[in-house]
């Protein structure tokens, strides 16, 4: 039977096409519009800095679902299309087209835009940032000859993949990092280090401790990137990779409470009962780590946009996932799973080979694992995520020992 029922989720990313798809397949019948503000449908981001962007992937493979799903599934593809502000009060949205489209419930899954360069030369044709994937497009297109200067500013997980592909592509690559250690905020100096070196034995420029002062250019075009020393990096191109910041300005406008992202409890429900909240834009209470965690990794927006489905349908939903996200650079793969802010002053505790990069490193805070990384070794990361939410208190020694089972602890 029909349901009078309206949904709608505003951003058309990974988390609001996964929220579809499960209303849908929970049978949900009622009316659905996901709102984009790209011309592309929903995508997935992580093969813009990685396969996609080496050539080795084509188009379609970075696509959620066909394009023919959404009529199928008579989900209302809105795309183009900016959503201006939310009447809560009246449960309607407004679009940049002048429309007022009312909701029974509604999700914000607006995603994370990069952090802004605020220096002189920020504006010069040649400076990119990588989101989306138009910018995906123009940085495969520019590095996919070889021989071009891609000279990087900021050294994160974007960043060092696009350094590792562009590289592999034959181009001469240079990370200004204001750091000492690139990754260290999320990996500490150890493994921080491991990542420099791999970079470095690739041919890789990594340049520590520098503070860019401007991006310099001749006839609109950038050139280089000044130093605080007064040197000058030559570049043919400059990509900004300095992190990002959740789209919170529609979530603000409209009286929702928002501290780094939207606050949401562990069914992914904002301050106001009607709204919900998923993807790197959610701020959300886990029930395992016992605090507010907010990801931005491509696992959180596929599981979370499920979760908050389920919880916008009036399911009981305790959103508990164990935050995971993976890389691929050079010759090294590596998956990660834990709780971040855990880590801090956790104890790294190793099992495998650490010289041949073929290792599990564990973070153990108070006796437990509260984080685990595994690196080119595979298959193991639902037991590493077994021992995290376990919780148990371990033995140091049994962790480290290769031949005492992972399950067993």
């Given at each position: 039977m029909p349901d009078s029922k309206s949904f709608i989720i505003v951003g058309a990313g990974?988390?609001?096409a996964s929220a579809a798809k499960t209303l849908r397949e929970e049978g949900f019948a009622g009316r659905i519009r996901l709102i984009g503000?790209?011309?592309?449908?929903?995508?997935i981001r992580p093969p813009l800095s990685k396969d996609y962007l080496s050539g080795t992937a084509d188009r379609d493979s970075v696509f959620v679902d066909p394009e023919g799903w959404y009529p199928e599934n008579h989900v209302e593809l809105l795309l183009d299309t900016s959503v201006t502000g939310i009447d809560a009060s009246g449960r309607l949205i407004h679009t940049g087209r002048g429309?007022?489209?009312?909701?029974?419930?509604?999700?914000?899954?607006?995603g994370s835009s990069p952090r802004q360069l605020s220096i002189p030369g920020a504006d010069l044709d040649g400076v990119h940032y990588l989101r989306t994937l138009d910018d995906s497009d123009a940085l495969r297109t520019l590095l996919a000859g070889g021989g071009k200067r891609l000279v990087l500013i900021g050294?994160?997980?974007?960043?060092?993949?696009?350094?590792?592909?562009?590289?592999?592509?034959?181009?001469?690559?240079?990370?200004?990092?204001?750091g000492a250690i690139p990754l260290a905020n999320a990996l500490g100096d150890e493994l921080g280090r491991m990542f420099a070196e791999l970079h470095e034995e690739n041919g890789v420029i990594l340049r520590r401790s520098?503070?860019?002062?401007?991006i310099v250019g001749r006839d609109g075009h950038a050139t280089g990137v000044a130093?605080?020393?007064?040197?000058?990096?030559?570049?043919?191109?400059?990509?900004?990779?300095?992190?990002?910041?959740?789209?919170v300005e529609l979530a603000q406008a409209a009286g929702l409470t928002v501290d780094d992202g939207i606050l949401v409890d562990a069914s992914l429900r904002t301050s106001d009962p009607a709204i919900?909240?998923?993807?790197?834009?959610?701020?959300?209470?886990?029930?395992?780590?016992k605090l507010r965690l907010r990801s931005e990794h491509w696992a959180n927006a596929l599981n979370g946009g499920q979760a908050a489905a389920k919880s916008m349908l009036g399911q009981e939903v305790s959103y508990d996932d164990i935050p995971y996200f993976y890389?691929?650079?050079?010759d090294l793969g590596m998956e990660y799973s834990g709780f971040g802010p855990l880590t801090r002053d956790a104890e790294i505790v190793y099992r495998g080979d650490r010289v041949g990069r073929e290792f599990i490193a564990f973070w153990v805070a108070d006796g437990r694992v509260v984080a685990g990384m595994n690196v080119n070794t595979w298959d193991v990361n639902e037991v590493v995520q077994g021992v995290i939410r376990r919780g148990n208190q371990v033995d140091r020694g049994r962790l480290a020992d290769e031949t005492v089972p992972l399950e067993s602890l």
């Open positions: 990974l988390a609001g503000a790209e011309a592309h449908r929903p995508y429309d007022a489209l009312p909701y029974s419930a509604l999700l914000i899954a607006t050294s994160g997980w974007i960043g060092m993949e696009v350094a590792a592909t562009a590289r592999t592509l034959g181009n001469d690559v240079t990370i200004l990092e204001r520098m503070i860019v002062e401007s130093l605080s020393d007064g040197e000058v990096v030559a570049a043919d191109l400059v990509l900004v990779g300095i992190g990002a910041e959740p789209n919900f909240a998923a993807g790197d834009i959610a701020n959300a209470y886990h029930p395992v780590a890389t691929d650079q050079f």
